[in-house]
């Protein structure tokens, strides 16, 4: 178990009421516990988003696209700083200002290593400058790549195994604009 594996979340009702804590691990081992998540994408003035392909490494979903960054906050912690904390951690990225915009409720199972996602997953929107430099670290990212709406929704509905299966929903919260 990696240490990120031992961290603990918070466990949810449907409603994002917190009725427990658990470990990363034990929430992701089947049948799945709901648990607080984030999801950032970040989008630049033209309306691209940044995706991340998971590190190889990765015990869920790895090798796939998903969103800028995700990750879970400590029970208690704010939202928007853990995700501000990854994004240094992930991509080598600060001082985003992130805006929550939704929340979306998931459950995926990977098939390769036997976790289960399930998560009540509070998706945030970070504006950045055009030519963003990342740094990712290659044990979270492999790759990172700028894509448009229209294209990602289209490469999404055509090969969905390519991507994290929560990144349709994630992007379905993101309101559609010059800037999203």
Same mark, same amino acid.
């Given at each position: 178990?990696t ?13 994002g ?14 049948? &799945? ?6 999801s950032v #994408?970040?989008?630049?003035p033209?309306?691209?988003f ?20 995700? &990750?879970?906050p #400590?029970p208690?912690?704010? +939202? ?8 240094r ?8 200002? #992130?805006?929550e +915009? &939704? ?12 976790? +289960?996602?399930?998560e009540?997953?509070? +998706? ?14 290659? &044990?979270e990212?492999?790759e ?6 229209g ?30």
């Amino acid at each position: 178990m990696t240490d990120r594996e031992s961290h603990l979340v918070e466990l949810v009702s449907p409603a994002g009421a917190v009725v427990g804590s658990t470990t990363v691990a034990d929430a992701h081992r089947p049948p &799945g516990q709901l648990h607080r998540a984030f999801s950032v #994408l970040l989008v630049d003035p033209s309306g691209r988003f940044l995706l991340q392909r998971r590190a190889a490494v990765k015990t869920r979903f790895a090798g796939r696209w998903a969103n800028s960054c995700c &990750g879970h906050p #400590l029970p208690g912690a704010s +939202v928007a700083d853990a995700a501000g904390v990854r994004l240094r951690e992930e991509l080598g990225v600060s001082g985003v200002s #992130l805006s929550e +915009v &939704g929340v979306y409720t998931y459950r995926a199972s990977d098939p390769s290593g036997g976790y +289960v996602e399930c998560e009540y997953d509070h +998706v945030l929107l970070g504006q950045v400058a055009a030519d963003l430099r990342c740094d990712p670290d290659p &044990g979270e990212v492999s790759e990172t790549r700028w894509i448009e709406r229209g294209p990602l929704q289209r490469s999404l509905a055509s090969d969905p195994h390519e991507y994290a299966p929560w990144l349709a929903g994630v992007l379905a919260v993101i309101p559609e604009g010059p800037t999203g």
